[in-house]
């Protein structure tokens, strides 16, 4: 079965300056390839922001379950809630950024194949670095992550995965005629939306 997934798009996109998730890259806006990558690896989909995005007004939004900007594990909090509400089957949900258009097309079936149970967060690599932004979450974390994120003031995903148990699956880089890329290459300043858009070929 496949579980529900959440795109993370709560951030304030400072280094780019404007919301990174709705700048045109190829034929379609960063956040429109990042939705056409997920959806069909998803059983559901719901985008965690503040308020709509022009656009995309057809979309399931969840704010921030706390105030703060306390970082993407706010986002990750705000799915699980979410998930523990609506869908009371679902172990865990698959998580993705806004801005990260080449994402694997197989990452969620490759993630959820080594889940071995509910309460494991499964987290993508490649190159030798984790992206845990790129994750299977365990819904039966929530309790714990809510009292992380208010009872310290340390907020860095990969502090918040060391309590846990945590498994990888590593993703290869891609092919491409301009050379190898990151699939989980994202885009965070102007620059990089130019280097991206040298990668369109490979986006549908
Ligand atoms: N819900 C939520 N998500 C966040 C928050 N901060 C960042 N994110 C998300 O976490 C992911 C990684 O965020 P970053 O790229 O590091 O930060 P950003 O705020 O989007 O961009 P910068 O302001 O340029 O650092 C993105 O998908 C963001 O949308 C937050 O406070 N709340």
Request: aromatic content about 8%; proline content about 9%.
């Amino acid at each position: 079965m496949r579980p529900p997934g959440l795109i993370l798009a709560g951030g304030r996109s400072s280094r780019m300056g404007a919301n990174k998730a709705l700048l045109p890259l190829g034929d379609k806006s960063v956040l429109g390839h990042v939705i056409g990558r997920l959806t069909p690896q998803v059983s559901d989909l719901a985008v965690n922001a503040n308020a709509p995005f022009p656009g995309f007004e057809n979309y399931r939004y969840l704010a921030d379950d706390l105030a703060g900007q306390l970082g993407p594990l706010a986002g990750i909090l705000t799915g699980m809630r979410h998930y523990s509400r609506q869908l009371a089957e679902a172990s865990h949900f698959a998580s993705a950024p806004c801005d990260s258009p080449f994402l694997p097309s197989d990452l969620v079936p490759q993630l959820s194949a080594v889940c071995p149970d509910p309460e494991t967060i499964v987290i993508a690599t490649s190159l030798e670095r984790r992206h845990p932004v790129f994750g299977l979450w365990p819904i039966a974390l929530a309790e714990d992550l809510e009292h992380w994120l208010t009872d310290s003031d340390n907020r860095r995903i990969n502090a918040f995965l060391n309590r846990h148990r945590t498994v990888t699956v590593d993703f290869p880089s891609l092919q491409t005629r301009r050379g190898m890329l990151d699939p989980f290459f994202n885009i965070n300043t102007p620059e990089e939306l130019t280097q991206a858009a040298a990668f369109t070929e490979i986006l549908e």
